[in-house]
């Protein structure tokens, strides 16, 4: 709902589309729901930022794309430097990260070909400006076959929708949206699910939520398969877990806070927990090899962060302190050290990268 409305207006944008939908076809998925609102909500402005609903690390600072476009020049070195070779990042917010990683390379005379795979119309204009060489997709299949890949999906995996399914007095059920009049809501919806649930969870008390994204699963197997095709490295870099669990994870972000993900459909940014345990499953069976996960500070730590905040407060005195601030939320187990994490798949021959035992 527009935040100008007043108190019995009639619902516009999204919220009105999607009361029309259920009122018409009756409710929706859960997966329906969310992949319908981030679209709107990504194409709406540029979320990112202080003024914006949310901040990414690369956002918060460039050491965080710098130690990126280190792992990604290590691999380059380490596999020969190849000729041809392609950076690829899904989801670049601003460009942020992609700027910071290429000037890195480039320090290691590392260019790559520069490929961003971005819906959102807001922010492949604000991408031109920090990336002005790239080319841009609205997926891998654009992306030559031609040459390794060397890809970068930082909280990206997050907002890919996620089905829900919840164990109900008559058995699993798929949980879908529907709107009571006042509000959307999640229920169990009538579409049985008893045969999608693993044998160890059929018995689960009644309530218990599971949860899976069909979307994140069919990126990481396209990767494991041209990776496996041509050679290269992914860097998954997101929140999650890594263990098996149960629940929704589903939140909405906005102005920074934690809001009602059923509230304002399209007006806040939903995400849900990465299942890292998929990732692994999906680069065994893709015949790629997968390392990790591992808590994101450790990973940078294990790439030299600190030394590089030092050089950075050390030659900039006056910021010191925010470059140390900065350092401190990237990195530390109370902020986004360990609830953030990195995996990574690596095609036949290419090394085991730093931060997961490689040499560095």
Not at 104 to 109: K, N, R, V
Request: glycine share 12%.
């Amino acid at each position: 709902m527009d935040e100008t409305e007043g108190e019995g207006a009639a619902p516009q944008g999204l919220e009105a589309v999607f009361r029309r939908l259920i009122g018409t076809t009756g409710p929706i998925s859960v997966a329906h729901y969310m992949a319908e609102a981030n679209a709107h909500y990504y194409n709406r402005a540029d979320p990112l930022g202080t003024t914006g609903d949310f901040i990414t690390a690369p956002e918060i600072s460039q050491m965080f794309g710098e130690m990126i476009g280190l792992w990604l020049a290590d691999q380059w070195q380490q596999a020969g430097k190849p000729a041809l070779c392609h950076y690829v990042e899904f989801g670049p917010g601003r460009g942020t990260l992609a700027a910071d990683a290429l000037r890195a390379m480039e320090q290691f005379g590392f260019r790559p070909k520069v490929h961003l795979i971005e819906g959102s119309t807001a922010l492949r204009m604000a991408q031109k400006l920090s990336v002005p060489g790239a080319t841009w997709h609205d997926g891998l299949d654009g992306v030559p076959r031609e040459g390794p890949l060397l890809i970068v999906a930082n909280e990206f995996l997050d907002a890919l929708p996620v089905r829900q399914i919840v164990r109900t007095e008559n058995g699993w059920r798929e949980r879908v949206v529907v709107h009571n009049g006042e509000r959307f809501l999640p229920v169990a919806g009538a579409r049985p699910m008893d045969s999608v649930v693993p044998a160890e969870l059929a018995d689960s008390p009644e309530g218990t939520i599971l949860e899976s994204s069909p979307a994140a699963a069919g990126m990481a197997y396209e990767i494991a398969a041209r990776l496996k095709a041509q050679g290269g490295a992914a860097l998954f870099i997101d929140y999650g877990y890594a263990e098996p669990r149960t629940g929704s994870t589903l939140q909405a972000v906005r102005a920074h806070r934690k809001v009602d993900p059923f509230a304002d459909p399209g007006l806040a940014d939903l995400t849900a927990l990465v299942d890292f345990p998929q990732l692994k499953r999906i680069a065994l069976a893709g015949d790629v090899d997968c390392h990790g996960p591992v808590g994101q500070g450790d990973w940078l730590m294990a790439l030299g962060i600190a030394q590089r905040a030092a050089v950075l407060a050390k030659g900039q005195p006056a910021k010191a302190n925010e470059i140390m601030t900065a350092l401190d939320r990237l990195v530390s187990p109370e902020q986004m050290g360990t609830l953030f994490k990195v995996i990574a798949y690596r095609g036949p021959g290419w090394p085991v990268g730093a931060g997961f035992g490689g040499a560095f």
